[in-house]
């Protein structure tokens, strides 16, 4: 008697945690729900949910879950992890999901925003969710990741710290049909209720590799679009044949944005060996 009881529990506990998707209990009449924006990116949206029928409900917002601004001109934003709640017969509740954006050149929401809720059918931004969950990504690179895929925006800001930072780099390199950058830049980034983002970065970092072919002691420089020389840097030697890395890091705050370019130099001549462009 004992053992049935034990299966009999273990059966109902079950079946109480089977998740089951928002949208579709939502489509069902089964929960009713409101929409608050609380900030920008992760866990940035409050979803207040009532369960509306007489059981016990757990409930999943799957990655790739949007919400669309009634405002056309706001940008709509975005759950990039799965998110559980779970509710009593009749009970209310909230829970954080994230709100990354998906439209960078539109206005940034405010807490008077109202939304619609959906799931994307962007097949790249349902890979690169897919890829979160099969290789964590840092958490600070999880709006830019989605900015270089939903709005084709710079690879570089993506800051190879793990080794799934920079799988996500050849990923979206690979989906976005680009080059995947030599360098990195970190990503500053300032939010105001129904304005333009403002995005920028402070560091450039990256590894000069060449392969010279006679031994030479190099420095190397940055040049602006007009090929304008505006920084030189010391170097070391590099042997004949050996493919050599000089790791180059340069401070960018208050630099025009644009493209700019760094030079191997032979020391001697001052004649330019290798060439390495990046934009800020």
Do not use: H
């Amino acid at each position: 008697m004992k053992t049935s009881l034990l299966i009999l529990t273990i059966a109902i506990s079950f079946v109480l945690r089977a998740n089951e998707d928002f949208l579709e209990a939502i489509s069902q009449n089964k929960v009713s729900y409101s929409i608050s924006y609380k900030s920008f990116g992760e866990k940035g949206i409050s979803l207040n949910i009532k369960n509306l029928t007489a059981n016990v409900i757990s409930l999943s917002i799957a990655p790739g879950t949007i919400f669309l601004p009634e405002s056309d001109d706001e940008q709509t934003l975005m759950n990039a992890d799965e998110q559980l709640i779970v509710l009593r017969p009749k009970a209310e509740d909230f829970v954080l999901v994230d709100g990354y954006c998906i439209n960078y050149n539109k206005l940034a929401p405010s807490e008077e925003s109202t939304y619609k809720i959906k799931k994307t059918n962007n097949p790249n931004l349902i890979a690169l969710l897919d890829y979160f969950k099969q290789n964590p990504i840092s958490k600070d690179n999880y709006q830019a990741a989605i900015w270089a895929v939903s709005d084709n925006e710079d690879i570089a800001y993506i800051e190879p710290i793990t080794e799934s930072d920079k799988g996500v780099r050849e990923l979206i390199a690979k989906m976005t049909n680009r080059p995947n950058p030599w360098y990195s830049k970190d990503e500053k980034i300032e939010v105001e209720p129904r304005q333009v983002i403002a995005r920028g970065s402070s560091v450039v970092e990256g590894i000069l590799s060449m392969t010279p072919e006679k031994d030479v002691e190099v420095y190397v420089t940055v040049e602006n679009s007009n090929m304008e020389q505006i920084r030189d840097y010391p170097g070391m030697k590099f042997d004949k044949g050996w493919s050599t890395n000089l790791r180059f890091k340069i401070a960018v705050s208050g630099w025009e944005k644009g493209n700019y370019t760094a030079t191997i130099r032979d020391k001697a001549t001052g004649e330019g060996l290798k060439t390495f462009e990046f934009s800020i």
